[in-house]
């Protein structure tokens, strides 16, 4: 990435120069590494004033006795050289005026080519032209000195990331789809990966199967992790995810039902903490939850989570679709309790991907308080009317053929697909900033979040993504400076661990612990104010109800379950989405958080059909 100096002394980066490493200064694959000190600045401001031959070869002083004035790639000049009277097509660019260029090219062209063949094309705002010249003509044009450069006319290459939809745009991951940098590994812990569809190109790089439950067939039988994994990185034209380069590791931890043991979801944490070295995993994400409301005093699934992100891993957790309307739901499953994860709630774009204004939370977005005070989610994403990958004869599909759109995709809506915009968004701000922590991707991701100002308070937390504006934040504050003095190494040296003892002895007495996090001079340059964040990011007031230390816990169904988190409850609409049109919609992300039959217990299968400890999918 070129680097540029602002004003200010920060440093920007782009696609042409590329990120240097410590203490160097430009590094990329045109001019060298970078980090030579002046005489390496020398010789590339040579390399920019002088032409190419002269570089290459000295003294050289070309074909007709004259050294090249203008620039040259040295393959260009080389193929000249060797090839005189081979044909070049070939951008002009001059010094002076579109007339006097044209004049030279003119000047210099073959007696093979006419004049008329010789010039193609004049660029009336600048003094360029394309030309077709032999490689006489390339050398005797590149001795004038009142040409600046001559350059291969070389064809563009097109990315192939494209969509059709609309989410892509209002969280900003369009401007990486032609990026060249390595994206991490993203892991998908769900119900399986379709791995031979097109939309992931060969990516899945590891199929784990985690689940103990019977009824789950090969692949993915739900449907609902190939749709996250499509969000999160799929590349088919026209569908393409927020990380198209990533790599994907899916960990199967779903039944057909999409239905989940908690255990399993904790052996996939453990499994991905052992080999994310192996695969490159920097990212994974969880588009589920479990049913049994939690603290993270206790809870495995938090503690499971917490070790990835302590390992490096960051974790990206669904809200869940148990909003109430009128107001906060709360957040009391786990992972997307844990006050260190990223939770991510779904945002209704409400007819544009440009205009923020009017965009407010998904009605069934959950939000609120944890059983521990924490404010959640951090950051929302586009999570209504989306569309993506299933595959044929998914249980999904069977259960809504209404939101088929053709075979092979689907029309969804839940915080389950929120997550995975947020996941692609973590693997592409750690392409371009690769020595950054868990903690300052969710800094990064939170101080350029876009503020919605319709939205209720806390309902989107401190606003939409902007992907790409996260990735080029010059600096990441860590949103987990507060919760850092409590990190400590693991009894048994297996690594850092969460002494929730410790802090949760530190909040009771005193209530202002959290202020920490938010006093990093650099949070004021956030679009949303971040005093008021500060001061609801986490209240003593929900311990109230926590009743974390109530006996009730003793009573807690500590049932091994969890599943998919989608939204049941949304209705089948016609948005009128301003770059993707959309007609019925179902939100996928389990049956958790609904009280489908009006017996009182949310998300609980019908009591035919008992489930075997169920866990959640938002």
Not at 134 to 154: E, M, N, Q
Not at 311 to 329: H, I, K, L, R, T
Not at 497 to 514: H, L
């Amino acid at each position: 990435m070129r680097q540029d100096r602002s004003s200010n002394g920060a440093l920007r980066w782009s696609a042409l120069w590329g990120k240097p490493s410590s203490g160097e200064t430009r590094s990329s694959a045109l001019w060298g590494k970078g980090g030579r000190g002046f005489l390496a600045t020398l010789t590339l401001a040579t390399a920019l004033a002088l032409p190419a031959g002269a570089l290459a070869g000295g003294s050289d002083e070309g074909y007709y006795g004259r050294q090249l004035r203008a620039f040259v790639p040295a393959d260009l000049e080389q193929a000249a050289r060797a090839n005189p009277g081979r044909i070049f097509s070939v951008i002009v660019q001059s010094r002076g005026s579109t007339g006097s260029v044209a004049s030279d090219v003119d000047d210099a062209a073959d007696a093979t080519l006419t004049k008329r063949d010789a010039l193609k094309r004049r660029f009336s705002t600048m003094g360029t032209v394309s030309a077709k010249l032999t490689g006489t003509a390339v050398l005797k044009l590149a001795s004038k000195k009142s040409i600046l450069a001559i350059t291969p006319d070389a064809p563009i290459v097109l990315s192939g990331h494209t969509s059709t939809e609309a989410w892509p745009y209002a969280a900003s991951v369009t401007r990486f789809w032609g990026s060249s940098a390595p994206a991490p590994t993203i892991a998908i812990v769900d119900s399986g990966i379709d791995a031979n569809r097109a939309d992931f190109g060969g990516r899945v790089v590891a199929d784990v199967k985690m689940t103990q439950l019977a009824n789950n067939s090969p692949g993915d039988g739900r449907g609902h992790g190939t749709f996250v994994a499509g969000i999160a990185a799929g590349g088919a034209p026209g569908k393409a995810g927020a990380s198209p380069q990533s790599k994907i590791v899916s960990i199967d931890v779903m039944d057909d039902k999409g239905m989940a043991m908690t255990s399993d979801v904790i052996a996939a944490a453990d499994w991905i903490l052992k080999n994310k070295d192996t695969y490159g995993i920097r990212v994974a994400n969880f588009s589920l939850h479990s049913s049994t409301p939690a603290s993270i005093l206790w809870d495995p699934l938090d503690a499971a989570v917490e070790r990835l992100w302590f390992g490096g891993v960051v974790v990206v957790a669904a809200a869940g679709n148990y909003g109430v309307a009128g107001g906060p739901s709360g957040v009391p499953y786990a992972p997307g309790n844990d006050p260190f994860v990223i939770t991510v709630g779904a945002v209704d774009l409400d007819g544009s991907a440009r205009n923020t204004r009017d965009d407010q939370a998904a009605p069934w977005s959950a939000y609120g308080y944890t059983l521990d005070g924490f404010s959640k989610p951090e950051i929302a994403a586009p999570g209504r009317y989306m569309v993506g990958p299933i595959p044929a004869g998914a249980t999904l599909g069977l259960e809504k053929p209404q939101n088929l759109r053709g075979a092979n995709y689907m029309q969804l809506s839940g915080t389950s697909f929120a997550a995975p915009i947020v996941a692609g968004a973590a693997a592409q701000i750690l392409a371009a900033n690769p020595n950054w922590t868990p903690d300052q991707v969710k800094g990064a991701l939170m101080i350029t979040a876009k503020h919605l100002p319709d939205a209720a308070p806390l309902s989107v937390g401190v606003g939409e993504i902007d992907a790409a504006a996260a990735a080029n934040a010059w600096r990441a504050p860590n949103a987990n400076a507060a919760l850092g003095r409590f990190v400590t190494s693991a009894s048994n040296g297996s690594g850092k661990v969460f002494d929730a003892a410790s802090w949760a002895s530190t909040a009771r007495g005193n209530a202002s612990w959290a202020s920490a996090s938010w006093s990093d001079a650099s949070w004021a340059s956030a679009s949303w104010a971040s005093a008021s964040w500060a001061s609801a990011s986490w209240a003593s007031a929900s311990w109230a109800s926590a009743s974390w230390s109530d006996a009730s816990w003793a009573s807690a169904s500590w049932a091994s379950s969890s599943y998919e988190d989608n939204a049941e409850g949304e209705p089948a609409v016609s948005p009128d989405l301003t770059l993707a049109p959309a007609d019925d919609v179902y939100a996928t992300e389990l049956e958790v958080g609904f009280d489908l039959d009006g017996d009182g217990l949310v998300g609980a299968p019908p009591a035919s059909d008992p489930p075997p400890d169920p866990l959640t999918l938002p």
